[in-house]
């Protein structure tokens, strides 16, 4: 109290705080408290969705489940030559933006993105947040470029779970973009999902579209840029969508009387015979479900190809329909990767 009654100390105070503020004032024109602009928008903008297929590396111990224990590499020397020959697949196509599935954690992918860096110039970032399968221990990620301000994961909240109609999703990931183009920023939320596999988990697998899908409603009325994406499991293909169905009636929103929540599936864009996603079986797990924006150039891009890139995928002279049998024992040069291929997208830079 007697510090605040002398004038002489009381002006000392006020000059020591002007001073700072002074002072904090020249840090904010310098940069600090700015709003800083979003990195710059790529002409192109590649987005892709792989499988990895057991992406585990040799150490056991971390692992629980003996399954885990049981597709982890061998050996220190199969797992070296499986994450270099990812990395050199995936330096072919560049992605922007690669959503994976079946990896084991975050030190896998740290584990190729080094490599591209040191073997293939090719600078990654990791997304990746831990999710609770604990049977399988897969995961899933995303690797990009640029442009993430935002990883997330959700949870069903408690009318939802106790409602019966949603199942939840272990393996999944939301991710959030941000481009500058000139004085415009564009936003861009992806969702990475991995669904229960096999044709008599449809019903399950039904439930789980549809809280994905109301994750994402919202956002995709508003005709903001929204991507679903990864190994959905569907046995369902373009065409043959039904309602009640496996799950993509639902996941692309027509389920709804609100046309404005609808995703187009972007497979539909690739020739017909060139939708096959994986490597044994005639089916097409693997999507990239995007909104209308994204297709049609009003969100900042423009859709212009899909392709299903089995070709860097396959190696030596054709899929090995053994693959399931010989991932680590069949001849180097004739070991297929994955038993499912990468699909991606490309979305052009609208002036």
């Given at each position: 109290m007697h510090f605040y009654r002398s004038p002489r100390r009381l002006a000392t105070v006020c000059s020591h705080l002007f001073i700072l503020m002074n002072f904090l004032g020249q840090l904010g024109s310098v940069g600090f408290g700015?709003?800083?602009?979003?990195?710059?928008?790529?002409?192109?903008?590649?987005?892709?969705?792989?499988?990895?297929?057991?992406?585990?590396?040799d150490f056991k111990a971390n692992n629980r489940s003996d399954v885990a224990k049981e597709q982890s590499a061998p050996s220190r020397e199969e797992w070296e030559w499986r994450v270099g020959n990812f990395?050199?697949?995936?330096?072919?196509?560049?992605?922007?933006?690669l959503a994976v599935?079946?990896?084991?954690?975050?030190?896998?992918?740290?584990?190729?993105?080094?490599?591209?860096?040191?073997?293939?110039?090719?600078?990654?970032?990791?997304?990746?947040?831990?999710?609770?399968?604990?049977?399988?221990e897969q995961?899933?990620?995303?690797?990009?470029?640029?442009?993430?301000?935002?990883i997330a994961r959700r949870e069903q909240n408690n009318r939802m779970f106790e409602s019966k109609e949603f199942y939840n999703?272990?393996?999944?990931?939301?991710?959030?973009?941000?481009?500058?183009?000139?004085?415009?920023?564009?936003?861009?939320?992806l969702l990475?999902?991995?669904?229960?596999?096999?044709?008599?988990?449809?019903?399950?697998?039904?439930k789980q579209t549809k809280l994905a899908h109301e994750w994402m409603r919202g956002a995709i009325a508003r005709g903001e840029n929204v991507i679903i994406i990864g190994d959905l499991n569907v046995e369902e293909s373009v065409g043959e969508v039904k309602q009640g169905g496996d799950g993509m009636h639902t996941l692309l929103g027509l389920d709804t009387s609100d046309t404005n929540d609808?995703?187009?599936?972007?497979?539909?864009?690739?020739?017909?015979?060139?939708?096959?996603?994986?490597?044994?079986?005639?089916?097409q797990f693997d999507r990239i479900l995007a909104t209308?924006?994204?297709?049609?150039?009003?969100?900042?891009?423009?859709?212009?190809?899909?392709?299903?890139?089995?070709?860097?995928?396959?190696?030596?002279?054709?899929?090995?329909?053994?693959?399931?049998?010989?991932?680590?024992?069949?001849?180097?040069?004739?070991?297929?990767?994955?038993?499912?291929?990468?699909?991606?997208?490309?979305?052009?830079?609208?002036?």
């Open positions: 700015q709003d800083w602009p979003a990195d710059r928008a790529p002409q192109e903008l590649k987005i892709a969705t792989w499988n990895l297929e057991w992406f585990f590396d990395a050199a697949a995936i330096a072919k196509f560049e992605p922007t933006i599935q079946e990896i084991e954690d975050r030190g896998v992918m740290q584990n190729l993105t080094k490599v591209l860096k040191e073997k293939f110039n090719q600078s990654y970032r990791v997304a990746f947040i831990e999710g609770f399968d604990s049977g399988t995961d899933v990620a995303v690797i990009f470029k640029s442009g993430l301000v935002e999703l272990s393996k999944h990931l939301i991710t959030r973009f941000e481009w500058q183009q000139g004085d415009r920023m564009i936003p861009l939320t990475n999902l991995h669904l229960r596999a096999t044709a008599d988990a449809a019903e399950l697998r039904q609808d995703l187009i599936d972007v497979l539909e864009r690739a020739p017909a015979d060139k939708r096959r996603t994986h490597l044994i079986l005639d089916k209308p924006s994204l297709m049609e150039g009003k969100g900042g891009y423009r859709f212009r190809s899909i392709e299903v890139l089995s070709q860097w995928n396959i190696r030596g002279e054709g899929p090995d329909a053994d693959h399931w049998d010989t991932r680590y024992t069949k001849d180097y040069a004739e070991r297929d990767l994955s038993d499912h291929h990468p699909v991606m997208a490309t979305f052009e830079l609208v002036p």
